[in-house]
Structure formats: C-alpha cells, structure tokens
C-alpha cells in the first residue's frame, strides 16, 4: 500500500463538464472564422480570424481621399475572401455611389460578386442590411454609413448572429478630424486603415500600396497596430518584406504576442 | 388654307405601338385601333419574295382599279403603274392582328372562335347572336367593328363552316346570312376553290372540265372519290352539312385571380395580413395548376366607401413561394389606407411566366447548392424601390466613365481588363493647378489640388485612351494619358493629362485628378 502521488487540485467533473458547456456555447454563437493569413495579425485577434457572424467596423485613420480609398480596399479584400466561394455574393450598401467597380474587382470582388444596394439615407440603409443579414444568403455584407448610434449595431450584431453572415460596417467621417470610430458600438473588431507611402522600388514606377492596419478594440484582446501590404486581386494582405525578413530572425516574437493576446 | 394656319399642333399619331400580344393580355382590354390605313391617294401594293421574283400579293382598291392583281410580278405591276408605291408584305403581323380579333371575339361575342385560314375568323354563333339583336344586326355591328378598326370585311352567316367560308370569300355581298338549309343551293353557283380543296383536287377537276360546285351535285360518289381524292368528297359534304366540322376555338388566357368578399369590413393590419395569407394560398394553388409563376402581383382592397385601394409588388424571378409572396405584401400593409373598412379584396397576377417543377437535390450529388438571392432581393426592392438594387457589368468602352454599366440584380456580369483601376472615381474630372511635368511622358512632379500641394516620388505611366470619334466629332483627336503617382505622404492617385504633348490638336495639356488607389 503506496501513498498516492502527489497531484494538484483538480476541478471536479461538474466543474469541467459545465466549463465546456460554456465554451461550446460561445463557440456556437460564433459563425466560421476567417483568417487573415497573415501570422500576426491572426495571433493577436481573439478569435484568430475574423468572426463570420458578427459585426466589424473599419474606418478611415483621417478624412482625407486616400484613407478612405485604403479602408474601402480592406473592407473589399475582406468581403473578396468571405465570398471566395462560387456563385455567392456580397452586398455593398451606400448612398452615394462614387465606387469604381473595375477597381472592386481588381481586390477580388468581381462584378458577379457584388450586389449593390443604394438606399436613400442611413436609416435606410441599415433596414436593408439588417434584412439582408436575416436572410443568410449572402456571404458578407458590406455598408458605408455616416452615423449609426449603439443601437443600431446592436440590431447588426444580432442579426449577423441571427443569420450567420458576416457584417463590415464602413463608418465614414462626418465632420473633419473626428474620428468616427468614437462613437459607441458593439462590434466584434473594429479598425482603423490609413495609406503610407509604398517601399520605392529599384526602377521607376509605384509598389504595392502600404497601409497602416490598427486594430482600435476587439471582443477579448488587446488592440495593436501593423504595417501592412495592401490587398492583392485575390483580397489578401501580406506583411511588408523587411517585417518578413525580421520574423524569420527572431521566431519567437510571434509566440510571445500571440501569449499577450 | 391648311397650311395657313398654326403649324405646331399636334399630329396623329401614324405609327401606334400596340401592345404586344405576350399570350397572356388582361382582359377587358380592347384593341386598340391599328395604324391608319397606308394607302391614300397613290395606289399601294404589298409583294412578297417568292423564289426569284417579287409577287404581289395584296393591291388597295386604286391599284385593283389601275388592273393590278395579287398574283402579278412586281415588275409587271411597277410597268403598268409608275406612281406606285410599293411594300413588303408582313405575313406574321396579318397573322398577330388574325389572332388578336380572335380572342377579342372569344371574350366578346362568341364562346367558340378560330382563325380561318390567312385571312378570316371562324364565330359559332350558335346561340349568342339573340344578345345582338339577330343574326343580321349582328353581322351590321361586326362590320361596323372592323371598319372602325381599319379593315373591310365581308361577313356570311351559314349553317356550316364550309358554307360559310365560301359564301364570305366567293359570295360577293358585305353580309350575307343565309337561311337553314339552304347551303347547296347557295354553294351551286361558286367557283370550286370555295370548298378548300387541294391543289392536287383543283388540277384534275380543271382537267375534268367541272369548274362550278354544281357539277358536282350530280355525280355519282364513287368515281367522285377515285377522280378528285378523298379529301373533296368530304369537303363537299361538309360543306352542305351532311358531315360535321367541328371548330377549334381559341382559348384566350385567364389571368389568375383570387377575390375574397367579407362579411364584416375590416381594417386591422392583422385581419388584412389574415385575408392576404388567404388570397395567396388560392392564387398559389391556381398558379399551380396551371404551371406558372408571377413576376407581378396586384392587390386591390375595395373600401366601404367604394373607394379602391391597389398595391403592386414584383419579383425578380417568377415564383409562387407563398411565404415569400406574404412577406413582399407585408412589407406594403402599411400602405392601405383602409378608411372606414375594407369589405372585398382581390389580388390578381398580371404578368406570369411558366414555371415548372424544380429538381431538388437528390442527397448524392455533393457539394452545398448556391443560395438563391432572387427572394431577398424582392425583399430588398420592396423596402428600397426596385432601382436600388443593382450590379454594375463591364462595357465595351476605354474611357473610364463609360466602361461601367448598371444592370439587374441576378444578372451575371462580366469584368473588365486588368489594367490598373481607382478604387474611386470622381463623378466629373477636377483640374489641377500648379503642375510641373516633363513633357511628354512623365508624371507630374508637383501638383495643387483641393488647397493642398503635393510631391510627387514614384509615378507609372502614360496609360493612353483615345477618345471615341464614333460617338462625337469633339473626339474626333481627343486624348488622354493616365499617370498612376505616389504623393511623398502615400497619397496613389488617378491623373491624366489631355493631350499627348506632340500634337495640339489632341488636347489643351491641361491636367486633371480622376481617382485614388488604396
């Protein structure tokens, strides 16, 4: 007769077995997760991608023509890659259309893609987006509003979760050099894209554009902030060469983030 | 004196559309009157091709007066008539106007109507003519109809079809009616073509020497039969009644309909959402007897103040989902205004497709299906009007402005070249001051726009589009060269120049802003 060997306390298996419950309850809510493929950006984010069932916010970093050039181009990569799969489409709802479709097109969102909903005001606009998510027969819907308070994206967080389509929610800036992104919301991620000047290149010529990527607030993470490539025809993000080289170097700084998060 | 007088008035309109006849018109509608007749005061021919020679196949009274027939070459005709004018004959539209006057019949005067031939209807007017006051002022009326239309016509009311069809086209009076029993002894004087008979028939009678329908009267059956066909004989006695020839009568197209009277006015969203849920589960199962779907669906509320009330909703594909329809309708209560009740509803499907039964999957085949947008875009239409939903599909255009076209939501648009594109695009080019650029083929190095100077570090280019001297003279040289540049802040921007430096002519080298990359 042996004393048994010494081992921790363990939670019982009630415990254990409401735990799971618990997680297997969050994760139900949650839709397919898309990631984005590039490593840190999927470390930091909580869920390790993007949620597909929930509401993301992205702004522009300032007012300015080409901030919110780079942030239509993110929310058209994102939209591109939850609707990589044949014959679906996403929705893109505005008001005012100034978009260049070819452009669309050239981060992945092809003609056959996109439907284009233009409503007469805000309000407007996010019944019908609010419908559209309901329905579930979209892969993504994308809308560029001006205001939309707290309830309003609660209603879209729901009706994302209700339907299990994804929602991008492109708050435009209403009055110079206030970030829309103070406003109250209940969004699962929300960022904040502005435009860099491209990495010259040996011979005449522009690069690939280079974005500013920060991630303001996410559900259960910290924020951060990335340098990143722009979207490419197929709607991916890539990290800039030298951050490339420098995380081959030190491997170990994606672990450590991806512990901090 | 005509001429004198005001000279801005509104002319009659020559050339009417008429509606096209899509096989399911609503009823109650009326013809509407057809072009005014062509011919005026020059005669007027139709000819149609017929191997190698123009035949004329119809002449207005002028020309039969100048000796011109149906049957003459058309160069005969131009000959003898200088001042002739001369048209294609249309075969098809004699045929839409033959069956259009047809179901107006069938919905108008008699149950039973064919088309008879190329050129005359068949009416069974067993039994309707009393409605019109007999068989002789019915047949008055009919002419009276036509020729209000712009037609001549000549009408035979007889025992049989047969009779008829020879009396109306061989009988030579506007209106005949011809008492019972009398068919032989009116056929006898016609010429033998009045019975229809075959080509074959009428060769060997002409060789035979029979050229009236009465030398037929006395021949035996037998070697009538051996010599002319089978087919004569019948014709023949078909013609005096003493073999039935039944009529095929058109059908004309309901339109599907469901109607619902109350036995207490209503006015509660709730009761008329009730009555609507009602209606669409009748004309749902109408639809689906008849193998059809709607594309358009019209709701018509009768108030207790004999005022109507009517909602209309579209789809974008034909359906008979009776949810989906429910919904559509839902989102339109608020609409009615119900007053003091609503005591009938109506709701009727005035444009329908076919649509068959759908396969659905058989569980082998693997793979999620494609969702179907068709019901949430109905649902979209109905809350933001039907132009707020669209794609945008390429065009075959360079010019940037022109290259985008809209079309319908569950269309399957194509793309467009690869060449670099904006993500967005000015609605109207903005010029640029202060430029400074090496001509003729760099991008600007410095440039002012909207208050604010920028430094130009990297620029691609000059993308070259011509313009489009198809569509305008001012064009005719009209250049534009686009520059991709960098700003020194990471500003990608959209530029051109007009005009490619070499020749003046292609423009004033004056720069615009057009769009932004990401």
Known sequence: MTAPPFSPPRPSA????????????????????????????????????????????????????????????????????????????????????????????????????????????????LALCEDALRDGSLACVVAEVKAADQTATRRLQLAASEGGTPMLLYRRYRRYGQCPLTDLSLACTRWRIGSLASTPLSMPGVGRGRWSVELVRQRGGPPFSLELEACDDQGRLALPAATRDRAVATGSADLALGHAA | MRELGRRSEAAAPVFRLSRADDGCPSPGASIAPPPLPLWGARPTILVARTGQRDVVTAACPLALDLGLAPGMAAAHARALVTDLDVYEAAPEADRAWLDRLALHAVRHWTPTAAVSGSDGLWLDLTGTTHLFGGEARFAARLLSFVRRLGFTACVAIAGTPGAAHALARFGGAATLVLPEGREGEALAGLPLRALRLAPEALASAARFGIERIADLYPMPRGPLARRLGRGAVERLDQARGFLPEPIVPVVPFEMPCAERRLLEPIATAEAIEQVISDLVADLVADLRERGLGLRAAVLRCERVDAREQLVTVGTARATRDAKHLVRLFRLRIDRIEPGLGIEAMALAAPQVEPLGAEVIGTGFDSGPRAPDLAPLVDQLAGRAGEGALFRLEGRESDVPERAIGRTGPLAQPSGWPAWPRPIRMLARPEALSGVVALLPDHPPRRFAWRGRSYRVVAGDGPERIHGEWWRTTREMWAVRDYFRVEAETGERFWLFRRGDAIEDRTGDLSWYMHGVFG
């Open chain 1, 14 to 125: 009630e415990e254990l077995q409401a735990l799971r419950e618990t997680v297997a309850r969050v994760a139900a809510a949650r839709g397919p997760v898309l990631p984005f493929g590039v490593g840190p950006i999927d470390h930091l984010l909580n869920a390790g991608g993007l949620d597909g069932a929930g509401l993301h916010e992205v702004a522009a970093a300032s007012a300015s023509w080409s901030d919110d050039a780079a942030t239509t181009l993110f929310a058209a990569g994102i939209a591109a890659r939850f609707a990589a799969a044949p014959e679906v489409s996403a929705l893109w709802a505005l008001t005012r259309f100034d978009l260049y479709a070819p452009g669309l097109e050239q981060a992945g969102l092809g003609p056959e893609r996109v439907l284009y909903a233009q409503g007469k005001n805000d309000r407007e606009l």
